[in-house]
């Protein structure tokens, strides 16, 4: 029989990324775990190890600092073994635009748009060459709702759509499947890391639940999987609109309403 692809998670030490660790483990693939804690991140492999059977190698990093980011992308370009990569680390802002230093605002772009783009580079040529393997990157619906007032998370998390979607053309004529997910508010620790008490949100996910749904959609090999979102038809309204925006842009001329009398 062949051997499972290993599956390399970003963000692996906690909520959604643990979750994904905890389930791929169960349906017995190896796994290489990755964030910065690295005490929870031994924990939760001996846990894994222990239940499930599978071999599970930790990797510490930050993935907002080059030296790991470069470290990560050599072993995804160098180990055979890894079939699937999780781009799930992330973190949410605190504060409204006006709040954000400079600094936080590096930080929240690094890991949400850099760290998730290099590593897919990384590792799409050796998945296109051998004409499989999947990238899942985990995008939030803030994405596309500036309402929520959260910019540059939401524009980071638009970025990343936009990314998987260039992807899944790119790549998926080479076999490559590439996943957006898409969540909305899910119980775990990035509230709190960002200063909100989760027991304040009207409604929350639970994050099985979530890792749950999004599984079904990678196992259908969705392109785009948002587990909260109970119309899906209004997903291909939003697609079908865009398409049809794209058909009514035409290069050579300015507009009508953009002439001057
Ligand atoms: P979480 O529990 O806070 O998990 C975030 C993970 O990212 C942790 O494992 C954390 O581990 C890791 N991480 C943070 N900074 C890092 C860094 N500089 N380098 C490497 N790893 C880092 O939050 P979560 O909700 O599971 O978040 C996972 C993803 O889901 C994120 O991309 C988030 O934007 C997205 N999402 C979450 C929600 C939600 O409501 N929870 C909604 C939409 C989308 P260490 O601290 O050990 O490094």
Redesign the pocket.
Known sequence: MNKLPTVLI??????????YAERFAHRGHDLVL????KT??HALAARLRENSGVTIDVLP?????PA?LAALETRLRDDASIGILI??????QSGSFGQQTAAQIE?LI???TT?PTRLAAAVAPRFTQSGRGAIVN?????GFAPEFGATI?GAT?AF?LFLSQGLHLELSPSGVYVQAV??????????E?AGVDVNTLPE??E?GE?VDAALVGFDRRELVTIPPLHVAERWDALEGARQGLLADVRQAHAAERYRRP
């Open positions: 970003t963000g692996a030490s906690s909520g959604i990324g643990a979750t990755v964030a910065r804690d929870r991140l990093a930050d993935l907002t600092q790991d781009n799930n680390a992330g973190m949410a930080n690094a890991l949400n760290a985990i995008g939030s619906v803030v998370y998390k990343v898409l969540p909305a508010a899910t119980r775990t620790e990035i509230w890391r929350v996910m994050v979530l």
